[in-house]
């Protein structure tokens, strides 16, 4: 059975690094991140930094279909100055911290590769394909690749 690698849309930055351990790869966050908007999301699903954030949304159908490797924590979120000078009236919403530690094989989500993508099986797959996923790169891996 196929994987998908998934690279989604990058909207912002790492407002605020503290609490980063660069000495793995990818880096380990040992407190909640601060992701930083300089555009507005067109996505439920982004990232900075091996980092992924995800709307309630999102997140509710992850944990109603059951879909396991993942787990979420209340997310920290701010916005550029920039972003309500280009983009007036901009609501970014509510964000979730979407953590990745599941094991390829067990899991339906996994980091891979030495930059640790952001991995899932077939059945997670198709619950994102439901949601936006504006700007992501999917590739297709497949089965014995």
């Given at each position: 059975?196929?994987?998908?690698?998934?690279e989604?849309?990058?909207?912002g930055?790492?407002?605020?690094?503290?609490?980063?351990?660069?000495?793995?790869v990818?880096?380990?966050?040992?407190?909640?991140?601060?992701?930083?908007?300089?555009?507005?999301?067109?996505?439920?699903?982004?990232?900075?930094?091996?980092?992924?954030?995800?709307?309630?949304?999102?997140?509710?159908?992850?944990?109603?279909?059951?879909?396991?490797?993942?787990s979420?924590a209340?997310?920290?979120?701010?916005?550029?100055?920039?972003?309500?000078?280009?983009?007036?009236?901009?609501?970014?919403?509510?964000?979730?911290?979407?953590?990745?530690?599941?094991?390829?094989?067990?899991?339906?989500?996994?980091?891979?590769?030495?930059?640790g993508?952001?991995?899932?099986?077939?059945?997670?797959?198709?619950?994102?394909?439901?949601?936006?996923?504006?700007?992501?790169?999917?590739?297709?891996?497949?089965?014995?690749?």
């Amino acid at each position: 059975m196929p994987y998908y690698q998934l690279e989604p849309s990058v909207p912002g930055d790492l407002a605020n690094e503290t609490g980063v351990d660069y000495t793995v790869v990818p880096p380990r966050f040992t407190e909640t991140p601060i992701y930083e908007f300089v555009m507005p999301p067109e996505a439920d699903l982004v990232t900075a930094l091996a980092t992924y954030f995800v709307t309630p949304a999102l997140a509710d159908a992850i944990i109603a279909a059951q879909i396991t490797g993942v787990s979420f924590a209340d997310a920290r979120v701010t916005v550029d100055d920039q972003v309500h000078v280009v983009y007036p009236g901009t609501d970014i919403g509510t964000w979730l911290w979407m953590k990745v530690d599941g094991i390829e094989g067990v899991h339906d989500a996994w980091r891979a590769g030495r930059l640790g993508y952001l991995t899932v099986n077939e059945r997670f797959m198709d619950l994102l394909r439901r949601f936006r996923l504006h700007d992501a790169e999917i590739t297709e891996v497949p089965d014995g690749a």
